[in-house]
């Protein structure tokens, strides 16, 4: 599964999800936009760094929707929204500890990088942390390049992460 982070406007993002097997996802807008990398984007790092594979990518890659994504490919009958409403129930159990994990992550890296976080977010100053310094720093560092790749998109133009684990059915 790819996942496709398209900068659609000056502060405005889209997510496009790409499967083989279950038909290919779009947000659009995407929540979070940042110049400096997506609200979405540091959930996918933090799921692939943590080896969360039942997080929000995860569902995705089973054949949910996220409660949020839409398809692409297929209409949005009763059908689709009941297929895809059994598959987000029987997925996403890591879907909490994504949230916990870019509480704590998102708001440091933004310190590493010498930026604080806006006005608008919950958590001015990062929440604990049981996570040890490598595994933050691991995690920084991927938000490190990731970010300046994103810096580098332009609008219309956009980046792929490759979800690192197979889709399931």
């Given amino acids: ?3 496709r982070f398209e900068r659609t406007g000056t502060r405005r ?7 083989s097997h279950h ?3 779009r947000m ?5 936009y940042s110049d400096l990398i ?3 984007l540091v959930h996918l790092v933090v799921e692939e760094e943590f080896g969360l594979r ?3 990518f995860g569902q995705l890659a089973a054949g949910g929707n996220a409660g949020t994504f839409v398809p692409t490919e297929e209409l949005r009958t009763k059908a689709w929204a009941r297929r895809t409403e059994r598959r987000n129930r029987a997925t996403g159990g890591d879907m909490e500890r994504s949230e916990a994990l870019v509480a704590q992550v998102y708001p440091r890296w933004l310190r590493h990088s010498g930026h604080l976080p806006g006005s608008h977010y919950v958590l001015q100053d990062p929440p604990p942390t049981d996570l040890s310094d490598t595994d933050l720093d691991r995690v920084i560092e991927r938000l490190d390049v990731l970010s ?3 810096r580098g998109v ?3 133009t956009s980046m792929t992460v490759r979800w690192p684990w197979s889709e399931r059915d």
């Fill in 38 to 40: 997506p609200h979405d």
């Fill in 148 to 150: 300046e790749e994103w």
């Fill in 28 to 32: 659009d807008p995407a929540p979070g």
């Fill in 54 to 56: 039942d997080g929000i």
């Fill in 154 to 156: 332009g609008v219309g």
């Fill in 13 to 19: 993002y889209a997510v496009a999800v790409l499967r």
């Fill in 1 to 3: 599964m790819e996942v």
């Fill in 23 to 25: 038909g290919d996802l």
